[in-house]
């Protein structure tokens, strides 16, 4: 006997009012339709990636503060509202980004796993492994039009959302400068980890002039090394394929 399994798909569909919801391959509705999507997305379109996105708002939905769009689970459960930057959903960044949860901001990895919890009024795609936070701070609009940032108490979180305070003078030539500060490196490698590391920087120089040319070509050789070194998480065998946040 053979046996063959169907492959689990998930696709969008829309209602005649344009509402978007989610059905499996039989038909059955995992998400129903009650979403207004402002992305352009056809009837019947394949749902990609690890969660369920919808480039919207429920319908009839006053928008919150910070809040754009929904992410649900393949299985129709609720996850979390992302941060709204740059007109959508905020990116990720080092393999987590932004949501807002009862107007606070914490973090979700590209599973919907809720990493740091919601608890700051405003925090900082991570970068290098570290994030600034702020609480009792604000928008507020510049003469551009654009908003920052004002106000408030401000810190550094790390990866497990602790905060971190900048070093002393005493330096060991390897940390991340975040507002004129220093703090220390945070990444820690497994032995199979380095010696892919220790391959890779043989030719790091190769390497960042390929991936930068026409873009950022004077960027400072140190910095090309930290980003070679921090590429986010993997599906593989290894938590980070370049490095484990610590």
């Not at 998930?10 to 919801?21: E, I, M, N, P, Q």
């Not at 991340?176 to 030719?203: A, C």
Request: aromatic letters at 16%.
């Amino acid at each position: 006997m053979s046996f063959s399994q169907k492959k689990e798909e998930l696709r969008y569909f829309k209602t005649k009012d344009s509402l978007v919801g989610v059905k499996d391959q039989d038909g059955k509705i995992v998400v129903p339709a009650e979403f207004k999507v402002f992305s352009y997305l056809k009837d019947g379109e394949l749902v990609k990636g690890e969660t369920i996105y919808f480039d919207g708002f429920k319908n009839d939905e006053k928008p919150g503060k910070n809040e754009w769009g929904y992410v649900y689970d393949k299985k129709g459960n609720f996850l979390y509202r992302p941060f709204f930057y740059d007109n959508g959903a905020d990116y990720f960044s080092e393999g987590v980004r932004r949501f807002v949860k009862n107007g606070k901001v914490g973090f979700a990895d590209r599973n919907g796993k809720i990493v740091i919890e919601a608890k700051h009024d405003f925090v900082s795609p991570f970068n290098y492994g570290y994030a600034t936070f702020c609480d009792g701070c604000d928008w507020e609009k510049t003469d551009d039009e654009h908003k920052s940032m004002v106000g408030g108490t401000w810190g550094v979180m790390n990866f497990r959302g602790q905060e971190i305070k900048p070093l002393m003078p005493k330096y060991l030539g390897n940390e991340v400068e975040i507002d004129g500060e220093m703090y220390p490196y945070p990444f820690s490698y497994s032995e199979k980890e380095e010696k892919i590391l220790q391959f890779f920087e043989k030719q790091n120089g190769v390497l960042s002039d390929i991936y930068y040319v026409n873009h950022y070509s004077d960027i400072p050789k140190g910095s090309k090394e930290a980003l070679l070194r921090n590429r986010g998480k993997t599906k593989g065998k290894f938590p980070f394929l370049s490095g484990q946040n610590i």
